[in-house]
T-cell receptor, first 114, second 109 residues
Framework: DAMVIQNPRYQVTQFGKPVTLSCSQT?????MYWYQQKSSQAPKLLFH???????NEADTPDNFQSRRPNTSFCFLDIRSPGLGDAAMYLC?????????????FGPGTRLTVT | GQNIDQPTEMTATEGAIVQINCTYQ??????LFWYQQHAGEAPTFLSY??LDGLEEKGRFSSFLSRSKGYSYLLLKELQMKDSASYLC??????????WGAGTKLIIKP
């Protein structure tokens, strides 16, 4: 089945220790998104790729970086995680950015910072 | 600024009907989405409205009034598995999704 896969599902890292979260998709979608979601809050868009074109949200901290080496894969790098970065990180894809293109979400990676 | 408002929490009884409202103020409008999110899981797509009116899909229906900046999600014949958060999201003029914080729906037997 075509899908969005995130690894790992649960990640524990130490304060200040770099961590990388991965996302892959078999949908062949042009757009890939990374969201941060904290408990009972709306998903917060960190950045998205439209094909190879990287789009950073204005309020995304420099501590967060992303790479998309090919259509199928996208990575989220957190260079120096702080306690406030503990959250669920959701990867999503969409076929395009037009109005009716729904986003398909992976299962998420829950990040704990100790 | 851009804003999506939804009630924080609602409670309903199994078998009943519930309406979850969403009001929005965004820079432009290119459609409104409803997603369902079970606790600890990713959001899943429920519906999309871009024109005024009601879209029906099984037990779920979604309504949109663009002039009022208003939508609702109607859930009929509620089941215990419908206990989840329901997120309203509006696509603005830049095709960015602006998300509400979600409405936690609690279903009681």
């Amino acid at each position: 089945d075509a899908m969005v896969i995130q690894n790992p599902r649960y990640q524990v890292t130490q304060f200040g220790k770099p961590v990388t979260l991965s996302c892959s998709q078999t949908l062949n979608h042009n757009v890939m998104y990374w969201y941060q979601q904290k408990s009972s809050q709306a998903p917060k868009l960190l950045f998205h790729y439209y094909d190879k074109d990287f789009n950073n949200e204005a309020d995304t901290p420099d501590n967060f970086q992303s790479r998309r080496p090919n259509t199928s894969f996208c990575f989220l790098d957190i260079r120096s995680p702080g306690l406030g970065d503990a959250a669920m990180y959701l990867c999503a894809t969409s076929r395009d950015r037009s109005g009716s293109d729904e986003q398909y979400f992976g299962p998420g990676t829950r990040l704990t910072v100790t | 600024g851009q804003n999506i408002d939804q009630p924080t929490e609602m409670t309903a009884t199994e078998g009943a009907i519930v309406q979850i409202n969403c009001t929005y103020q965004t820079s432009g409008f290119n459609g409104l989405f409803w997603y369902q999110q079970h606790a600890g899981e990713a959001p899943t797509f429920l519906s999309y409205n871009v024109l005024d009116g009601l879209e029906e899909k099984g037990r779920f229906s979604s309504f949109l009034s663009r002039s009022k900046g208003y939508s609702y999600l109607l859930l009929k014949e509620l089941q215990m598995k419908d206990s989840a958060s329901y997120l309203c999201a509006v696509q603005d003029s830049n095709y960015q999704l602006i998300w509400g914080a979600g409405t936690k729906l609690i279903i009681k037997p």
